[in-house]
T-cell receptor, first 112, second 115 residues
């Protein structure tokens, strides 16, 4: 119940494409779903996050879609750029706890 | 100004040695964490301190001992290092007891290699 399953493990798209990364969870007590972006040699950085009371959130070229009934959420990157090449992690946390449960990560490569 | 800083950035050591990693945050956060990232990039929490009090202690060998002298610092000491300890160790901090409000700020990591 504590797992967050993330797919695909790796993804290659052409510049301008729309990569989509999917995550699924089981614990309905989770109430916060962030996405983190990690560049080589750096720590993960918060990219965008959503709560289960909304179905979509956009920040710039990044969009989270959330399906509460299916217990799934996904990250879409519009007009992807080579600079978006990084590892992306989804995560979930439960109110009152101090920790995230992270997905296994997706290595994205955007070709110029 | 680095928000969460870890030292050293790289650490190469022999099996059986004892080593420490230091972490400091200047964000005024009250909660700090140690995460381990393995070779497959999987991130797993090890410990968390809130205002110098240990609040999370996951299933980690007791060779790993965290210490928080104050809420801005969280150090990780590892005794009798083993090959399997090789990984990248990330320090992180957050403010408040509700991650849904604030999220983590991660350091740049310490790459530990045990030979």
């Amino acid at each position: 119940q504590q797992q967050v399953k993330q797919s695909p493990q790796s993804l290659i798209v052409q510049k301008g494409g729309i990569p989509i990364i999917n995550c699924a969870y089981e614990n309905t007590a989770f109430d916060y779903f962030p996405w983190y972006q990690q560049f080589p040699g750096k720590g993960p950085a918060l990219l965008i996050a959503i709560r289960p009371d909304v179905s979509e959130k956009k920040e710039g070229r990044f969009t989270i879609s959330f399906n509460k009934s299916a217990k799934q959420f996904s990250l879409h990157i519009m007009d992807s750029q080579p600079g978006d090449s990084a590892t992306y992690f989804c995560a979930a946390s439960r109110a009152g706890t101090y920790k995230y449960i992270f997905g296994t990560g997706t290595r994205l490569k955007v070709l110029a | 100004d680095t928000a969460v800083s870890q030292t050293p950035k790289y650490l190469v050591t022999q099996m059986g040695n004892d080593k420490s990693i230091k972490c400091e945050q200047n964000l005024g956060h009250d909660t700090m964490y140690w995460y381990k990232q393995d070779s497959k990039k999987f991130l797993k929490i090890m410990f968390s301190y809130n205002n110098k009090e240990l609040i999370i202690n996951e299933t980690v060998p007791n060779r790993f001992s965290p210490k928080s002298p104050d809420k801005a610092h969280l150090n990780l000491h590892i005794n009798s290092l083993e090959l399997g300890d090789s990984a990248v160790y990330f320090c992180a901090s957050s403010q408040g007891t509700w991650l849904s409000n604030y999220g983590y700020t991660f350091g740049s990591g310490t790459r530990l290699t045990v030979v």
